[in-house]
Each structure stands twice: as structure tokens, then as C-alpha cells.
């Protein structure tokens, strides 16, 4: 994991403030907003996680994308093949469409509860 996504994930567990660079995290109310280069990539509250490709299928979005799913989702991941974007879980591979909503599975309630308290 890249340092800048280290940091990233730091901010939202953390409820604070980020940027650097081409990232940013926005907190709102109970969720928290990630940007890469100016365009929404992640919507993470406290039952879903929605990642984006913001248009840009790089391989930044696609490392920034990987450093949220590793910290908020079980074994959920996207990996490319034959130019194609595909996102890959315990269920199985999908074909990556833009978009995609899951479960948080983040399991510290209290975290939700104490950090984010000004929803």
C-alpha cells in the first residue's frame, strides 16, 4: 500500500480532514467522501462502501480503490484482465460497470458511533 493511501485510510478511520496531493477525504455528517484529482472515487458510511471509477479507469484509481476495500470490506478487490476491469470477492468476479455498492464490514460500532456523532 502506498503511503498516501495509508494516510487516506488513517483520515476516514480517524473522521478527520485529508489532502495530499491528488487525494482528498471530505468528511459529511456520517460519511466520508474521497477524491482523486477533483472527481468522487469512494462513499464510505457506516453500512456501505460505494467505489467509483470516476471515469478514470487508472491505476491509481484502481490502487486508491484497493487500499478502501482492503480497509473496509472482506476479500473484496478490482484487478484488471484484458484491459477489463473486473471486481473480485468471496462471491465470485463481476465485470466492473463504474460503480459499486457493498457492505461495510467494518465491525467497530463504537468507532462509527464516537467519530462520526455530528450526523
Not at 39 to 50: C, E, F, G, Y
Not at 63 to 76: D, P, Q, V
Not at 88 to 104: L, Y
Amino acid at each position: 500500500m502506498r503511503k498516501i493511501e495509508a494516510k487516506m485510510l488513517k483520515a476516514i478511520h480517524r473522521g478527520t480532514d485529508f489532502k495530499l496531493d491528488n487525494t482528498e477525504v471530505i468528511h459529511s455528517g456520517a460519511e466520508a467522501r474521497v477524491y482523486l484529482h477533483g472527481n468522487l472515487i469512494a462513499v464510505i458510511a457506516r453500512t456501505t462502501v460505494k467505489v467509483l471509477d470516476g471515469g478514470w479507469e487508472s491505476v491509481t484509481t484502481k490502487s486508491r480503490l484497493n487500499a478502501i476495500l482492503r480497509g473496509f470490506t472482506c476479500g473484496m478487490g478490482i484487478y484488471q484482465k484484458d484491459w477489463m476491469w473486473y471486481l473480485s470477492g468471496p462471491e465470485g468476479d463481476i465485470s466492473w460497470e463504474g460503480e459499486h455498492e457493498m457492505k461495510n464490514e467494518t465491525t467497530d460500532w463504537m468507532f462509527w458511533q464516537t467519530v462520526h456523532a455530528k450526523a
